[in-house]
């Protein structure tokens, strides 16, 4: 059987490496001359700049695929200080409780938000609505405080988005199902271990990976192994009798299935004439422009800096940056000894219009906020930037609408496997990848 895989990131290609290991003939097809998508990393100087995703949370599932892919070896573990997270409130960053153990103790929330927290489990309100969003719905279960520091740069932190936007059932969907099903979310999540448990499913700590070369040496570990044609970009696909017609510029080819493994913005595009009402729900979807600005500075610079992942800034705090990661303290390689690298992150649903700023503007920018927020003393040794035009698909109720269109006009042999359903990171990537895979 013949199978063409659309997109050559994370998905597509891991949806390859397991339909080909059942013995199907697959093609991805990748618009650009390299694989990845939005798995970019660069080298220079010694230096290992991320321009995609940092750290990946995996579990002992992505470590057997990673095992599988033969590149287990070049895998690495996050230090043990990414445990802590830091928000940023009064202009300066606080830590964050890491769980039960220190909840009570930590300072960061105030006693009548613990409070609200120890007593979501008794909470008896429901949805005004049956598209809460977000933040509505963090509103309802706890209070405003957690919405304003907790939720609020998590979620720019995740979905370079705006809580007030993203659908609770789309976004959170087990917080959500944990409230449906229980009527609270602690009850809900403590319900769901029990059942586990019962059942014999282990509930498994994720844990934060990147590997020494940082992340596109997986993917082109990973490519090296399925068959690509790069340099290929889908313009139609046609179902005719039993068989799909994939259309690129200058060449026509036939499959049997057809996985579309591609981003969403480039999507609607060659499905306007197989899924019309499918293509038009795409285009409402919005996907944010994000700066990625990575400055190195001499350790000494930084020997007063917090030491954690990295930090989070609230929208209220009004800063020019969403956040950064403290790259070297959780990947010390990413640069030579006696540097460090902070990666910092500018734009998304809260603020696109800055992604506007020269290149120059966005790193003075960056500098000043970091000398401020972090005691950092002295000026970058270097900095580079990255701009994603479209970075994240936002899980808004647009996205529900247009998961429930897919679902009405599903054809058969026609699959997807996306980071515009089921989940945006890369370790839900992979799982639904393999899901589609042990499925076809
Ligand atoms: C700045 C940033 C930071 C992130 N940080 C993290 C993180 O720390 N941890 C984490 O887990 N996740 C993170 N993510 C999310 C994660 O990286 C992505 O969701 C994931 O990599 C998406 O993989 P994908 O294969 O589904 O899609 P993509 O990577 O978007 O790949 C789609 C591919 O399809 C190709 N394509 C598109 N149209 C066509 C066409 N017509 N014909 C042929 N090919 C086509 C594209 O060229 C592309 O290669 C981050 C994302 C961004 C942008």
Redesign the pocket.
Known sequence: MKIGI???????LTAAFYLQKKGYDCTV????NV?????STEQKDGRIYEN??????FTSKHLKFIEEVGFLDELIEAEAVNKDRFILKNGKYHVLPSGPQNFFSNKFFSGKTKWKIITEYFRKNQAASDKETVYDFFLRRFNKEICDYALDPFVSGIYAGDPKKLAIKASFPSLYEAEHKHGSIIKGMIKKRKENKENGVPTERRTAYSFKEGNFSFIKKLADQVNIKSS???KNILKEEQYFTIEGESETLQFDHVVI???IY?SSS?LKGLLPTVANKIENIVAPP?C?VHSVYSKDAVKNAPIGFGGLNPRLEKTFTAGSIWTSCIFPNRTPQGEAMITSFVGGMQNPEKTNLSEDELKEGVAHELNSTLNIEGQPIYQKVFK?EK??PQYSYDIVELWEEMNKNEIDGLHFT??WKGG????E?IDQAIALSENI
């Open positions: 659309v997109g050559g990131g994370i998905s597509g097809l990748e618009k650009n694989a990845g998508g939005c798995i995609g995703p940092n750290s990946l949370l290929f970009t889908v493994a591609s981003d480039s060659f994000m990625v994603w970075a994240i996306t980071n945006i990171a890369v370790p990537c």
